[in-house]
């Protein structure tokens, strides 16, 4: 062999050997991270067993292999599982120790999930040390922590341990209040250790609020649940519990057993941590690891040694690469075994997920479908009912009748805002929403809101207060129509909620990236306020803060929901707080761009009387509708507009009539026998481009707007409709026509 050909061999040896190294030094880390997901699991059933020593051992471990990859995250959870260890065998300096040093880790890494439990953890600290207000914040910080990670199943640890501290300081009511949520979250989780243990301490508040029975059953339902799923510690409370709860109804004989059984239980935990820490266990403990340590130095030694060693190395390159070339043929081989078996299951899986996909997409679909069908069949005879209602308002009833067609508007109107609330709601859930951003001035914005609800805020006796802050940029680009429907809803609540208070709405920057602005807005009222129970709940669909709340002050329960929904799309957060009794606060940060190019002044529109005088005496609407009902009613209002109408029920007359007469609008309804107004619309088109045709419809406008505009409609008219919005839509249609139409 030439020495070109020997030294290229090298060199392939060489290149090959160095891509080994890298892949073997990624299987190796992932190798170490099992090993320390190992030791973890290792140091959880050691701890179960009460075998603490090895379980610091194993935790030890896993922190040496954790910082050698630098695995941060890692890091953060073993120091703070070595601070509740070292809790446990009450060595509390030692753990403050660690979770300060695992706090520190997760705030730098973002880890906030993990954060909160290291937070919980030293809330337990504080309380122990009786540093009460302390471990409150703590639990505080914790929840609020699991609350913005949506991790709702944690929450149920943190009430718990803050309902201990409120029985140390003698606050029953509150510690009874959180143990019930501590219960229904635990048992809604499927949580036994944190079930078990709230059921027994609200059997103990109970009791020392004079309701032993009920004490007693409490106490007993935490006993069995701890006993069936083995959980020494809360079995050993629930004993001492019950010990005390009969000895204060002077069953003396049952408390004097239940004290035994705790004493005897007590005595074989403490037998458990006497054995595992030992003095001698604990001298061998520091030995272990200072041999540990010392076996790593020898380790680095020997390598530092190697890199300055030039015939050491060669030797091991020799191995290496003989080892290499015998295990290329065999991963060659596995490798290609494996993409086969790899492909076939991709194959499979991509299979099932385009099944899964269709099927999804088919769900929707019809979800959608039957949403159409039923908001067009409930719209219809909501025409019908809120047409007829106002028209016999305006026809002078009798003062008898009047209050029962103002009732029969309010549920017309009711129902009219619950069917618009479920098809938003659904339009959210199913990511149609869009955002339509424009360049508004926000200040402008807020004012004319809170100035329209005004009006309703004097009804109720509530004084409304407006603060936008000094030096806050008034024009930004946003979607405003959302951000004022957000806020209607909420200032809304904050009035139906409130009599004879005070509403503040406010605006201020939280922070600014640039032009980006993070505002946070806050409607605040001094009204009944909301229970912590039902506080978490306020977001979700159909949710009411009760059923006597829902009776007294009526409404969907859906606002909340969609005000979130909106919020979310905005790429903002909303959150509450909130007292009974005391007033309610919803306060929602969203981010906006500023600008500095001027806002154009809104025109407010006019209603057609104040419109210059239009001659109707030659103006012909032509109505396409097949409801009699609706038919009679649309061409009542226009008849009191002064226009006339003639009426069609059915697309293909529309269709003819046309052709036959001279129309300066066309009201076509879109569901009727035969064609559809769609289609009579794709017809007239044909032969007639100028005539000005609106969709009077009951479908969902938004998901058919692109069908309307394809079939060539100029405008669309929702049934059941606001007469002043037709009578705007009508007449700027009939001006239109007026300016085009050449003079004869």
Known sequence: MSHINYFLLIFFIGLTSLGFSQSAQNEDIDVLKMRIENYISHSELET????????????????????????????????????KLQYTVEQPEKALISLTKAAEIQREISDYPNLAITYNIRGILHASKKEYQNALDYFN??????????????????????????????????????????????????????????????????SLMGNNDKGLSMATEGMEIAKNNNIIENVNDSYFTLSEIYEK???????????????????????????????????????????????????????????????????????????????????????????????????????????????????????????????????TPLYAVTGLTNMLLDENPKPEQVQHLKSLKFSGDYLLTFINDILQINKIEANKVELDPELFNLKKKVENVVSALNNSA??????????????????FVADQLKISQILINLIGNAIKFTKDGDIWVRVYKINQVHDIYTLRF?????????????????????????????????????????????????????????????????????????????????????????????????????????NKINQMITKKILNKMDLYCDVVDNGEEAVERVKQERYDVVLMDIHMPGISGLEATKIIRTFDKELTIFALTAVTIDDKMHEFEEAGFDDIISKPFKQEDFERKLFSAIRANENTTPSV
Request: charged residues 30%; without cysteine.
């Open 48 to 83: 179960d067993r009460g075998d603490y020593y090895s379980a610091n051992d194993n935790l030890g471990k896993a922190l040496i292999l954790a910082e050698q990859i630098n695995d941060k995250k890692s890091q953060g959870i073993l120091h703070t599982k070595i601070a």
């Open 141 to 206: 910080s914790a929840k609020t922590k699991f609350e913005e990670e949506n991790l709702e199943a944690n929450i149920s640890d943190i009430t718990l341990n803050e309902a201990k501290v409120y029985i140390q300081m003698e606050d029953y009511p509150k510690a009874k209040a959180l143990l019930e949520k501590s219960i229904i979250l635990a048992k809604k989780y499927e949580q036994p250790k944190v079930l078990s243990s709230a059921l027994t301490n609200s059997g103990k508040v109970l």
């Open 249 to 379: 109804t002077q069953n003396y004989k049952l408390a004097n057993e239940y004290l035994k059984k705790h004493i005897q239980l007590s005595d074989s935990i403490l037998d458990i941590k006497r054995v595992n820490l030992s003095p001698e266990q604990k001298i061998q403990f520091i030995n272990d690891y200072h041999e540990a340590e010392k076996k790593q130095m020898e380790v680095k030694l020997e390598e530092a040694d190697a890199s300055n060693n030039l015939t050491r190395i060669t030797t091991i390159l020799s191995i290496a690469l003989i080892t290499i070339l015998s295990l290329l043929t065999l991963s060659l081989y596995k490798n290609n075994n494996i993409r086969l078996k790899t492909n076939n299951m991709l194959h499979k899986k991509h299979d099932e997920l385009v099944v899964a996909k269709e099927k999804a997409e088919l769900a929707s679909k019809t979800k959608a479908n039957f949403l159409s069908t039923v908001t067009h069949e409930l719209r």
């Open 458 to 475: 004097l009804d109720n006796n509530v004084k409304m207060h407006y603060e936008y802050e000094d030096g806050l940029p008034s024009n």
């Open 522 to 626: 806050e409607i605040e009222d001094n009204g009944i306020g909301i229970t912590k129970e039902k506080q978490e709940h306020m977001f979700e669909s159909f949710s009411q803060g009760s059923i006597q709340i829902n009776r007294k002050y009526g409404g969907t329960g859906l606002g909340l929901s969609i005000v979130k929904g909106l919020i979310e799309i905005l790429k903002g957060k909303i959150y509450l707080k909130s007292e009974l009794g005391k007033g309610t606060t919803f306060f929602f940060e969203i981010p906006l761009t500023y600008s500095s190019e001027t806002v154009a002044v809104e025109e407010k529109p006019k209603h057609y009387k104040n419109i210059e005088a239009v001659e109707l005496s030659n103006i012909k609407i032509l109505v396409v509708e097949d």
